[in-house]
């Protein structure tokens, strides 16, 4: 899954979650302090809301972030065949993210992914 496919995700599962929750752009953007146009990208997919933006936007519609992610399983994040050799400490890493449920794996490549960005 590319960066544009990723990007259309999120922006179907933010207006997806916004109407679930009775909210319309308008009030969304005003809320955040943003333009409805620039609302209208993230949830066209054509622009990518930074990670704080994501984590107020989840606390306005009231979701977790993992909950713009559900059903969404990137493979290159499901901890899957790695055969490099790793030190202790990135084992360890590794061990701790494969313990991580799919949704809180993908709640973390999505703040990832917005905070390369800032």
């Known amino acids: ?10 922006g179907k599962s ?10 319309t752009r308008e009030e969304l ?6 333009s409805v146009a620039t609302i209208a990208a993230y949830e066209d997919g054509l622009r990518r809301a930074n990670s ?6 989840a606390e306005i519609l009231d979701v977790r972030i993992s909950g713009f992610f559900d ?3 990137d493979e290159a ?23 991580l449920s799919s949704s809180h794996r993908s709640a973390m490549y999505a703040f990832f992914v917005a905070s390369k960005g800032v």
């Open 1 to 10: 899954m590319n960066m544009n496919e990723i990007d259309s995700l999120l």
């Open 14 to 23: 933010i207006a997806s979650q916004r109407i679930r929750s009775g909210i």
């Open 29 to 34: 953007a005003q809320k955040l302090g943003l």
């Open 52 to 57: 704080k933006q994501l984590f107020e936007i």
């Open 71 to 73: 059903g969404y399983q």
């Open 77 to 99: 994040f499901s901890g899957g065949n790695i055969n490099l050799p790793l030190s202790e400490e990135l084992q360890a890493l590794q061990a701790h993210y494969n313990s």
